[in-house]
């Protein structure tokens, strides 16, 4: 089974930058297409990016232009570039495949907190 660590969260004031990290163990890592997503409170969790194994990207709306995802299929990690972070992108970032179903277990997440 797959597990996922993921790392690189924190406290930042807004327009600030952070990089989160997500290691995945096995190597069938580096088949699937994987993603980003968050949960913040009270609000459902929701795909904010999304990296097919070669390298294709895809962005949710509110992200685009500021996110940037990527991996290293040599490490099983993917990253999360965040810059110009707002407020609303307050939330516990986590990283799994994007389909199909099922998912991988979910790791803890990191938090992400931004001050306005």
């Known amino acids: 089974q797959v597990q996922l660590v993921e790392s690189g969260g924190g406290l930042v004031q807004a327009g600030g930058s952070l990089k989160l990290s997500c290691v995945a163990s096995?190597?069938?890592?580096?088949?699937?297409?994987m993603g980003w997503y968050r949960q913040a409170p009270g609000k459902q969790r929701e795909l904010v990016a999304g990296i097919t194994s070669y390298g294709t990207t895809n962005y949710a709306d509110p992200v685009k232009g500021r996110f940037t995802i990527s991996r290293d299929n040599a490490k099983n990690t993917v990253y999360l570039q965040m810059n110009s972070l707002k407020p609303e992108d307050t939330a516990v970032y986590s990283c799994n495949k994007v389909g199909p179903l099922p998912l991988y277990d979910w790791g803890q997440g990191t938090q992400v907190t931004v001050s306005s």
């Open positions: 096995g190597s069938i890592f580096r088949l699937n297409t």
